[in-house]
Each structure stands twice: as structure tokens, then as C-alpha cells.
């Protein structure tokens, strides 16, 4: 249903990160490896990324495949970032939002993408979006239940959650209302990743001493050092330590890695 990765790490050109790795981001859009649902994700496509000093992270998107965009390859060349958050996407129903429903979506600091489906969208999210004020429903980047979500968790971000809570707590909502739905979030702010593994693959690849971190849907390369996150979990990340959460316990029991 799409595949993401966010980074962490030393500055380095985009393509370091998303289209030169043998399994990259870029590949996954036509042949993914671990990918549950969906075989070729063709529907649009996003990278934010973060200049040095400046909070606020710029964005490409374009509603086609990443793999026929030129403007992507050069711009993934030449543009350098230590923290990157991007997507490539298969569209959970045919639309015409373009653009617009491809990931990262951003309001200030934050970027932030969903890999997966609600079960039964529109109708099983009717409850949660009752409780959302109308002007921010109307303030929706599409008409997708990933840019619902995504408002579900801007919400709690402009409310002072921290990353985690603020993708925590729309899930398991989310979860209620509308079980069987495939909830893998990422969200960052360009120091911070938190990601949630719920109904389809998350990894993670850390070292510590180079100062580098790696979210992904799936591993873009054969490295053994990357490790599968358990369904259920959520991660919180910075450049030297990765955090797992339980998110099916009441009590959330953590695990530093």
C-alpha cells in the first residue's frame, strides 16, 4: 500500500539515501520485497528533506512514478540533507487528488506519511471525524483516508504531544473504530522519527557512532544490522537511539536498543 523511509544522520546527498542502495526507496516503487499489500507502487510520490537551520522542511511531490521523473533524479543528486522523510505510493482507491495525496504531508516542522488502509473508509472514521472541528475537516490535503489520519495527528502535535503520543493515541482510536485497518505512521521533525508498525512491515537501521538512523518500510539494502520491528510497536528514534514501545499495552513497556 506504499513504502517510506525517514533518515537521521550525517549530511548526504538524497540519492545517497533513496535511489543508490540496491533495494532503495526508488526500486521499491516498482519491486518491493517485503511489501504485504499492493505489488507495485506507482500512484505518486514525496520527499521532504531539512536545510541546515531552517525548522521548516522543503518538499517535491509529483503524482506520477518516481521512476520516470526527471526532475527527481537531478534533484536527488545535487540536494544534501541530514534528515529526509519520503514515499512512494499505491493508492488505496483510484482519485483524483494528485499531488496532493502523495506523502510527506507538512504543517510547520513536521513531515509525516502513512503506509497502509482503513478498513472500510469513509464510513468507519465517521466518529473520529465528528470530533474534529469542520474547518479543520475542510482544511484536508485530499480526500484520503491517509490525510485524515494525518489530521487526526496534527491535532495532537499543535496540542504540545510529543511525536510519539501524537501517532500513539490516533492508532489505537483508529484501531476501535475501524479494526483490521493498516496503520503504519512516520512522522519527524527533522531531530526526532517516530514511526508505528501496525499491519505491515517496519525496520530500522542504527549506528550509533556514525550518528546515523534509518526508518524504513523495508531494508534497502542486505546489511545485518537492520532489525524488523515487531507488529504493534511504536519506534521513537534520534540520530544514536532507537526506542520500541509496546502499543497493545496499557502500560507501555520500552526497550532501548
Avoid at 226 to 238: I, N, S
Wanted: negative net charge.
Amino acid at each position: 500500500m506504499c513504502r517510506h523511509l525517514a533518515y537521521l544522520g550525517p549530511e548526504v546527498p538524497l540519492g545517497r539515501v533513496l535511489s543508490e542502495p540496491e533495494h532503495s526507496l526508488v526500486r521499491q516503487s516498482w519491486e518491493p520485497r517485503r511489501q504485504r499489500y499492493g505489488t507495485v507502487n506507482a500512484d505518486g510520490f514525496g520527499v521532504g528533506w531539512y536545510a541546515p537551520d531552517d525548522p521548516v522542511p522543503a518538499r517535491y511531490r509529483r503524482a506520477g512514478p518516481v521512476w520516470g521523473d526527471l526532475g527527481f533524479a537531478d534533484l536527488a543528486r545535487v540536494v544534501r540533507s541530514g534528515a529526509v522523510l519520503a514515499a512512494v505510493r499505491d493508492a488505496t482507491a483510484a482519485g483524483a487528488d494528485g499531488e496532493a495525496a502523495a506523502a510527506p504531508f507538512a504543517d510547520g516542522p513536521w513531515l509525516f506519511s502513512h503506509n497502509g488502509a482503513v478498513r472500510d473508509w469513509p464510513g468507519a472514521a465517521a466518529p473520529l471525524a465528528a470530533a474534529l472541528p469542520a474547518g479543520e475537516l475542510l482544511r484536508l490535503a485530499a480526500r484520503t483516508d491517509s490525510a485524515f489520519i494525518w489530521a487526526l495527528v496534527l491535532r495532537r502535535l499543535r496540542a504540545g504531544d510529543d511525536l510519539g503520543t501524537a501517532l500513539a493515541e490516533p492508532v489505537r482510536e483508529l484501531a476501535v473504530a475501524s479494526p483490521a485497518s493498516r496503520l503504519n505512521l512516520l512522522l519527524t521533525d527533522g531531530v526526532t522519527i517516530s514511526a508505528t508498525a501496525w499491519g505491515d512491515s517496519l525496520w530500522h537501521l542504527s549506528d550509533a557512532a556514525a550518528g546515523r538512523t534509518v526508518v524504513a518500510s523495508e531494508p534497502y539494502d542486505d546489511d545485518a544490522a537492520w532489525c524488523e520491528v515487531p507488529d504493534r510497536t511504536l519506534l521513537t528514534a534520534t540520530r544514536t537511539r532507537v526506542v520500541l514501545t509496546a502499543l497493545k499495552e496499557t502500560v507501555p513497556e520500552e526497550g532501548v536498543l
